[in-house]
């Protein structure tokens, strides 16, 4: 069982920058895959990065590359976004999520294959 806590979500302007962080339980928690997800008023949660365990390996989405970061601190049970050049479009809830996995190179985008979720930070980027 991992239960997720994230924080740091806030209002910022347009260009600003967040970094926001998710508190994970239990003993093992490099041994899970970590995502962020968002959702938009009146949309679906959709991806947004994926950090291996091992924090070998990380993926995002296209409307996010080169603007956000996820990293991992596998000693302080903790998956971190660093969220820069914020845009009105990236104003959502954020949701961080798990997955237990045998693989170190295992990640997923979606989010019918993550077991656990946090209970989401509202993001909300101004023009």
């Known amino acids: 069982q991992v239960q997720l806590v994230e924080s740091g979500g806030g209002l910022v302007q347009a260009g600003d920058s967040l970094r926001l962080s998710c508190a994970a339980s239990g003993r093992t928690f490099s041994s899970y895959v970590m995502g962020w997800f968002h959702q938009a008023p009146g949309k679906e949660r959709e991806f947004v990065a994926a950090?291996?365990?091992?924090?070998?390996?990380?993926y995002y989405a296209d409307s996010v590359k080169g603007r956000f970061t996820i990293s991992r601190d596998n000693a302080k049970n903790t998956v971190y976004l660093q969220m820069n050049s914020l845009k009105p479009e990236d104003t959502a809830v954020y949701y961080c999520?798990?997955?237990?996995?045998?693989?170190?190179?295992?990640?997923?985008?979606?989010?019918?294959?993550?077991?656990?979720w946090g209970q989401g930070t509202q993001v909300t980027v101004s023009s």
């Open positions: 950090i291996t365990w091992s924090a070998g390996r990380t």
């Open positions: 999520a798990a997955r237990w996995t045998y693989s170190s190179n295992y990640y997923s985008t979606d989010e019918r294959t993550y077991n656990y």
